[in-house]
Every structure is written in C-alpha cells, then in structure tokens.
C-alpha cells in the first residue's frame, strides 16, 4: 500500500517530468473547444497534485 505523502511525491515527480506538450497534442483530437488546454501546463498539474483528496480505508474488489 502506499501512503498519501507517497503517491503525491510520486505523482509530482511525474507531472514535473512530463512534456505537457506532447500531452496536449494527444488528447486534442478528443477536446470539442482546445482553448480549454492552455491552461495545462507541469505548475497547474503540481498544484492539482496537492488537492488531491484522500480517504482511508477504501477497498476494491
């Protein structure tokens, strides 16, 4: 299992190394309005990172 401050640090890291570029272009075909994603960029995706809202003692099944 891996706690919160884990996967935070885990998910910051990743969002820190990503070519938010190469994201855009991937996922434009599917945005009906592209101005929508001039907002992404890595900070946006770090500061949503630090929002991420955690329960305990969730189980999937």
Not at 4 to 16: P, V
Not at 34 to 41: F, T
Request: charged share 30%.
């Amino acid at each position: 299992d891996m706690d919160r401050e884990s996967f935070t640090s885990s998910l910051k890291e990743r969002f820190s190394s990503t070519d938010i570029s190469l994201v855009k272009r991937d996922v434009l075909p599917f945005i009906q309005n592209p101005k929508e994603l001039d907002i992404w960029s890595n900070d946006y995706f770090l500061q949503l990172a630090d929002r991420i809202n955690f329960e305990k003692n969730i189980h999937y099944f």
